[in-house]
């Protein structure tokens, strides 16, 4: 492991074998550990790295116990090789912070319930989608439940109902309370993990917050219902392209039956023209432009 003759090595302080930098710690750590041993007190293992020749660096776990040979009390220590692990430690973290990038980017995270122990795994954008510290906060079912706005609270508890008994999918979307008062819009899907039997074992799944998306939804049904309340005719236009996007019934009805040629017309130019790059679609449907 080290790569040095025994003679080089025999009769040299412990802390020399590992890399300078670490000359104080592996001292410390020895010097705990002897005292520790002759007190007969528990010794965990920890971990240190080992300085090879050509000052390459190899992370090891090292293992110290007090033994008797030849009648002398020794230290004995089993320095093992973790390289393999640390470089696997090393790429979950990698994927971890990748993981919790995407999670703060799309705005969902991860969750899974054990539903005998009734102990939920949140990860962190869970967390903050549901304003509660990690810290402070062991979340389990009744947690969820508790935060449920009132509306929402016995859908959620039949659809959990419904996947655990009658293996129905969970999907749905939810409004809950923050502890600050916030509202927030999640949407929800998860799978259930049943046992050789078909008892159910556990759920996992995925949690999304789409307020952002449930109030533009709020406004965009304000506008058309204000559309089409107002007994002018309207027309909403695209400013670039000149595209009618939408028309309220009004100005449907405006047109009549005898411009129906015109409307044919302007719907002929815009498919044709207006509309060459426009990845949508759009249709003629009675007295009425559809841009879909």
Known sequence: MIRRPREEIIGIHQAQLHPPRMDKYSRESFSEHTRKMKIKEDIRPFENFVLRPDGTEVPVEVLAQMVTIKGRPVIQEVFRDITGRKRTEDILRKSKESFSKAEKIGHFGYWEWDIATNKLIWSDEVFRLYGLDPQKVTPTYETVVSTLSAEARDWFIKAIDDALNENAPFEG????????????????????????????????????????????????????????????????????????????????????????????????????????????????????????
Do not use: W
């Open 173 to 292: 979307e939810y409004s809950l309370i923050r502890p600050d008062g916030t509202m927030r819009y999640t949407h929800t899907i998860g799978e259930v993990v049943r046992d050789s039997d078909g008892k159910p074992l556990s759920m996992f799944g995925v949690v999304q917050d789409i307020t952002e998306r449930k109030q533009v939804e709020g406004k965009l049904q304000l506008f058309r219902n204000l559309l089409e309340s107002s007994n002018d005719a309207i027309f909403v236009n695209d400013p670039e392209t000149g595209r009618i996007l939408d028309a309220n019934d009004r100005a449907c009805i405006s047109l009549g039956t005898q411009e129906m040629n015109s409307l044919i017309c302007v719907f002929l130019i815009l498919k044709s023209v207006c509309l060459k790059n426009f990845p949508g679609k759009i249709m003629l449907r009675k007295s009425r432009i559809e841009v879909i």
